[in-house]
């Protein structure tokens, strides 16, 4: 079994004879003895505390300097080639540097940045500089400022293929077609703005003429949207590069030490001080917002999970995996947030009930969309577990439970009160579905983040007569298997179970559980999330074993994983998730989404299977059911459309260089316009009604959000062939 002892002579000795390392004017902007006593203690506490048995060799030290320039230049838009070898020869050093204090990395980083910073601000700011709009010419077309729209260039939008460049001439004509790309773009906002505007004015079937008249507003010319074009992209450029200047020399050293803290897994963290509060920021509770957990991701800000009951969960095309490029508050210019810490990002996005935010988002297939969303409250009962009855076409009643969350009131249950939980809501739905005499029940798990472990143990058992559900071990080697012990079954008929990419942890033990006891039909995408483990928030402040120590400003916390799920097969959740017994089509199939495809995740592995006994009724045979299930797949509307269009976005995704001509792209604009049209009917499960401008604003109030929430149930494709995958179930026990 590992302990964890500091040795207090050694951190004695550490702090009280170190030779402070400065970098000249810019050692007075950090404390150095604080970030040599928070590297210490990552050193110790890391290895032992994390469940992998990692330790800091040459392998570790590679991955933590692989994350550290990626969050440094993921966008490889400022460092040269030479730059990354100068640090990349420090990175043998970085497990050895943070335990004794000699910790150059970050300060070496950060000058190398700010000189490049420099160096490429003045190239952006002679590039829009000019802002002539000059007529098409032979042979380049028109000419905005210093870029030529109309001529066919190509630049690579996934910065993973990306090579960070050799010479400035090569950074410098990266910038120009990535300023020339945002002009296009800038430019193609504004038209289709006005044409929107115009179409809001028809009058009798005439728009008004484009002519300046008291009282009527003049449409401006090509040349003028240009002109605003350029404008626009300069001012954004400016706060771009201001907000950069701001980067202080503890950031590099805090996302340094984050850094080191991923090389283990992607859930393990180093918390500074500033985020302890919004750690990994879930916009809930009496914050107003949009209702979305972003995280930081290698410099972009992406959507992790949109909250039940919020108001991107009603508005609908805000979705996970979703980049957030652009923050713009109503009447007010955007904000690029590209590069910018999350704490930051927060602050835009949030705001008053009731105020709209525009996001400029960049989908997972590389398309970009704006997306209007009012801020709101969580509502609190869209939170919750709710169920209805599906009326198939022939008259069948399916009952439909959806549990957005394994949610448990734990507070609320101190002192002996009764504090709502997931459980008690599931089986009053379940009760009130078997009073309805529905033929079977359909538990949706999609988009499911997980929860409390208990309730993902208690509702397994609501299906069960009892046994174990999960095995559950830590990084001591100890095992835990945690078991349903209550004999009664509260639903014994067909059960279908809904899953998606984004069903994870809590989700993927109550489907993997009822899946192994033969209970239940999985069904969905290819595989769950993935997440198989559980991680613990440590407060470095209560590590300091010797009291004066404390005398420190605040140390920040560590966020570490200590244990992993395994099913009672013994197979891991982790990394392969849960994979359906039936897989039907889904619009993200081509998303690199779930563990398998974030950095350092820890492989799947197995333990000893738990005795268990399998469940007593009808067995299902899942060939049989599965050959019927994609027979109807191939003629639904709903799920024919949505598979045509995932090859479509499968292709788009490939795809990553792209034009930079106008044309072009005001073509592949059309053509996401058009993608979002025809899957949205069928795939947007928490969609609002378009207003009179086919324009989705979450203002829509004219119908009540319940009865909206029954209409989507019964149009959702999925859950219709659930339905039927329930009539086969009855079917096939009735031979």
Known sequence: MKKFRFCLFSLFFLLVTFIPQGYGSESSQVDQKRNRLIGYILSRQLPALHFSDKVFDAELAGAAFHLYIKQLDHQKRFLLRTDVARLQRLAPEIGESIADGQITLPGTGYELLNERIEQVQGMVDDFLAEDRIQPPAAGEGLRVGSFAVSVEEYQETDPDKLEFVETLDELRDRWRKFLKSQVISQYLDLLENQEKELAKKVIKGAVRPPVQKEGIEQVKSDEELWQEALVKVRKRNRTFFQRLHQETLQDHYDRFFNSVARAFDPHTNYVPPASKEQFDINMRGSLEGIGALLREDDGLIKVIRIIPGSASARQGRLKSEDIILQVAQEGEEPVDVTDMRLRDAVRLIRGPKGEMVTLTVKKPDGGTE??????????????????????????????????????????????????????????????????????????????????????????????????????????????????????????????????????????????????????????????????????????????????????????????????????????????????????????????????????????????????????????????????????????????????????????????????????????????????????????????????????????????????????????????????????????????
């Open 370 to 735: 704006r997306i209007n969303i009012v801020r709101d409250v969580v509502q609190i009962e869209e939170t919750f577990v709710k169920g209805t009855v599906y009326r198939s076409e022939g008259g069948q009643r399916t009952g439909y439970i959806h549990i957005p969350s394994f949610y448990r009131d734990f507070e609320g249950t101190r002192g002996g009160a009764e504090g709502r939980n997931s459980t008690d809501d599931t089986r009053r739905e379940l009760a009130r579905l078997k009073g309805e005499k529905v033929d079977g029940i359909i538990l949706d798990l999609r988009d499911d983040g997980g929860g409390a472990l208990v309730d993902a143990v208690d509702i397994t058992g609501l299906f069960i007569r009892s046994g174990p559900v999960v095995q559950v071990l830590d990084s001591f080697g100890e095992r835990r298997i945690l078991v349903d012990r209550n004999d009664t079954v509260d639903y014994d008929g067909p059960l279908v179970i809904l899953v998606n990419k984004f069903s994870a942890s809590a989700s993927e033990i109550v489907a993997a559980a009822l899946q192994d006891y033969g209970r239940a039909v999985v069904v969905g995408s290819r595989h769950t999330h993935g997440k198989g483990t559980v991680q613990t928030i440590i407060d470095l402040n209560e590590n300091i074993p010797l009291l004066h120590l404390r005398r420190y400003e605040d140390l920040g916390a560590l966020k570490v994983m200590i244990q992993k799920f395994y099913r009672v097969t013994g197979s891991s959740t982790q990394y392969r998730g849960v994979e359906p017994d039936i897989v039907l089509p889904d619009l993200f199939e081509h998303l690199k989404t779930g563990e398998r495809h974030l950095d350092y995740s820890l492989p799947w592995d197995a333990i000893e299977p738990v005795s268990y006994t399998p469940w007593a009724g009808p067995p299902l045979d899942i060939p049989r059911l599965r050959q019927q299930s994609l027979a109807r797949a191939e003629s639904d509307e709903g799920l024919v459309i949505i598979n045509e269009e995932a090859k479509r976005a499968e292709v788009r995704s490939r795809e990553t260089v792209v034009s930079i001509a106008l044309e072009e792209m005001r073509e592949k604009r059309q053509e996401a316009r058009l993608m979002r049209e025809k899957v949205g009917a069928y795939y947007r499960r928490y969609r609002e009604e378009p207003n009179e401008d086919g324009e989705y604003d979450s203002e829509n109030t004219d119908e009540d959000p319940h009865e909206v929430w029954l209409k989507n149930v019964q149009e959702d494709p999925y859950i219709r062939e659930a339905a039927r995958i329930v009539a086969d179930i009855m079917a096939t026990s009735a031979l």
